[in-house]
């Protein structure tokens, strides 16, 4: 049976090239960048690519630089995913603090909304072992009590050229 190690979030950054997590987060703060991820999370989505760029050639162009640098997935004209937020459903169901629904990609990206949004959520989702419903809350600082035990488990990313959404 395999040792699995338990790290920190501070160790998991760690391991992650820094250059590589600062040219995600300045993408993601763009101008273009926070359109996006409001959109999310104000309707859900998928968000018609018109909506946001309409002839804007400049958007359009700094659209597809988000797409190829893997923080959106435009299909069909629509942005169908832009993490942490995915327009799918996913087993990663976060209740924002106005009672609407959003999906999250991933277990670590339904734990980023509550400190993206500065407010508090509620997050359900199924144990990827043996499928018992998990619940708990976070604050923007940290989950509450009631998520003691629960943990959050990484799998190593098989090829850094391979999009990261197209596994959902």
Known sequence: MA??????????????????????????????????????????GPILVEDLVRADDVARSALVALDEADIVRVREGKIDMAYPFSASPTTFVVRLANGSERFACCATDALSIAPMLGQRVEIRSRCHHCGMPLALSATPDAPESGAE??????GARGDERCRAVDGL
């Open 3 to 44: 040792t699995l190690p338990l790290k920190s979030a501070v160790e998991l950054r760690a391991g992650d090239s820094l250059a590589r997590q600062l040219s995600r987060r300045a993408a993601r703060e763009t101008v273009l960048g926070r359109r996006i991820l409001r959109a999310f999370a104000d309707r859900g």
């Open 149 to 154: 035990g629960v943990m959050l488990w990484l």
